[in-house]
């Protein structure tokens, strides 16, 4: 499972703490502050310019808004939404809620004449670890603002990098200046160990970030006011999030090398908190077989077709369980 197990940052906690007080409702838009440390945020860390708090919109988590951006959206049948051929199942799920039909393509030329409403995309890639380079973001900017689509980045893992460097789909270099057309979901969960305060966002196309309050405000779907405040101080501190990448470079270090001596590949892995990684068999061998040794990992097939001879294996384990893992992979069968 890929879910955080270190504390959440001592900052962080505070923050919750000195924000416990709050009687009234929150407001769907999010508090001002909260938006422009994402602003700040994106700017400081992700080269992100042009963007401000009307362009931001806070979420409870990011799957939520995965799954329910199509349906706010008004998409529906007849309508086509893509997204990649290995993915994180939520896509296609916010598809099927809203009536459409999915697609799964990496490839634009297969797509044809069609012109979906929604094209996803994944950089770095839940389950593959895969940094989708500049030059190709670019590409589906340019392809998406041609036919009218609305280009959605996942972006979850962009501070999990450990072999070269990702790009956001908002960075001006990719998208002209301009974020007409172009959202991008970034997530706490995993920078700041925030999975239990489902703080998230979205932020991009100012006009597209209205239409979804407009119908979320409706829906009660509002962050806590606490869980924003401690968003802020999670955002404004960069401390935390470097620390926190250390010990996963130690934990995915250790693994890295057990498996690839226990005969495994690892194909692409540049980031995010996972190794995907194949003994060219089928992936519930695979599963069955690390199982028999005490390790559990997820069938690649879960992901797509394409992953049906992967299992994505995680690094959000304890140093503890990490070394177990590692001596059970170096033991003999």
Same mark, same amino acid.
């Given at each position: ?47 992100? @310019? ?227 990684? @194949? ?38 384990? @304890? ?15």
């Amino acid at each position: 499972m890929g879910t955080p197990v270190d504390p959440t940052p001592e900052v962080v906690q505070q923050a919750l703490r000195e924000a416990a007080d709050s009687p009234g409702y929150p407001l769907t838009i999010g508090r001002p502050e909260a938006r422009q440390a994402a602003v700040d945020w994106l700017a400081r860390r992700h080269g992100v @310019t042009g963007l401000d708090i009307d362009g931001v919109l806070p979420v409870i988590g990011s799957k939520e808004l995965i799954a329910s951006l199509a349906l706010h959206l008004g998409v529906g049948a007849g309508d086509l939404v893509v997204y990649p051929e290995l993915a994180y199942p939520t896509y296609e799920v916010g598809a099927a809620l809203a009536g459409a039909r999915a697609m799964a393509s990496d490839s634009l030329t297969s797509l044809g004449p069609q012109s979906p409403r929604v094209l996803w995309i994944n950089s770095p890639s839940n389950p593959t670890g895969r940094i989708l380079p500049p030059a190709h973001l670019k590409k589906v900017v340019d392809w998406c603002r041609e036919r009218g689509v609305l280009l959605v980045s996942d972006e979850c893992y962009v501070e999990c990098v450990w072999e070269g460097e990702a790009v956001s789909v908002l960075h001006p270099d990719i998208c002209g200046g301009s974020h007409d057309g172009i959202l991008a979901v970034h997530s706490l969960s995993k920078r700041s160990n925030l999975a239990g305060y489902r703080c998230a966002f979205v932020a991009g196309d100012r006009a597209v970030v209205a239409e979804l309050l407009a119908v979320r405000k409706n829906l009660g779907l509002q962050m806590p006011g606490p869980q924003q405040v401690a968003m802020v101080a999670a955002l404004d501190d960069d401390a935390h999030v470097a620390e926190q990448h250390a010990r996963y470079a130690v934990r995915r270090s250790k693994l890295r090398a057990a498996l690839k001596g226990a005969g495994f590949t690892i194909d692409h892995s540049e980031a995010s908190l996972y190794l995907w990684a @194949t003994r060219d068999e089928e992936c519930w061998a695979t599963v069955a077989a690390l199982a028999e040794r005490g390790i559990l990992v997820a069938p690649g097939e879960f992901y797509g077709r394409a992953g049906a001879r992967h299992v994505r294996v995680a690094f959000t384990a @304890t140093d503890e369980r990490v070394d177990a893992a590692v001596e059970r992979l170096s033991a003999k069968p």
